[in-house]
């Protein structure tokens, strides 16, 4: 079982930064790809970015350019780095770990204001 925890949320600006962090735990060594997603109110739930266990990117192209993914390499911490935030990126983020299994997060909220 894979435990993932996500903090780093908040309220932001519009143009500003944040960075999101997701701490994993439990049978880490099997994940193949973790990644971030988000759901807007309203919306469904929407891929952000993904890394695979051989640190292949993937964003969605929302976010390309102003977010950026990245890991430790231990697999234990995941991150999202975020700028240029705008309005249209409030949303809960939410960490996801697939092994056999698609593991979540409960997830972090972003707020960005005018």
């Known amino acids: 079982q894979v435990q993932l925890v996500e903090s780093g949320g908040g309220l932001v600006q519009a143009g500003g930064s944040l960075k999101l962090s997701c701490a994993a735990s439990g049978n880490i060594v099997s994940i193949k790809v973790m990644g971030w997603y988000r759901q807007a109110p309203g919306k469904q739930r929407e891929l952000v970015a993904t890394?695979?266990?051989?640190?292949?990117?993937n964003y969605s192209v929302s976010v390309k350019g102003r977010f950026t993914i990245s890991r430790n390499s231990d697999k234990r911490a995941l991150y999202l780095q975020m700028n240029s935030l705008k309005l249209e990126d409030t949303a809960v983020y939410y960490c996801k770990a697939d092994d056999w299994y698609p593991h979540w997060g409960r997830g972090t909220q972003v707020t960005v204001s005018s």
């Open positions: 890394i695979t266990k051989d640190g292949t990117t």
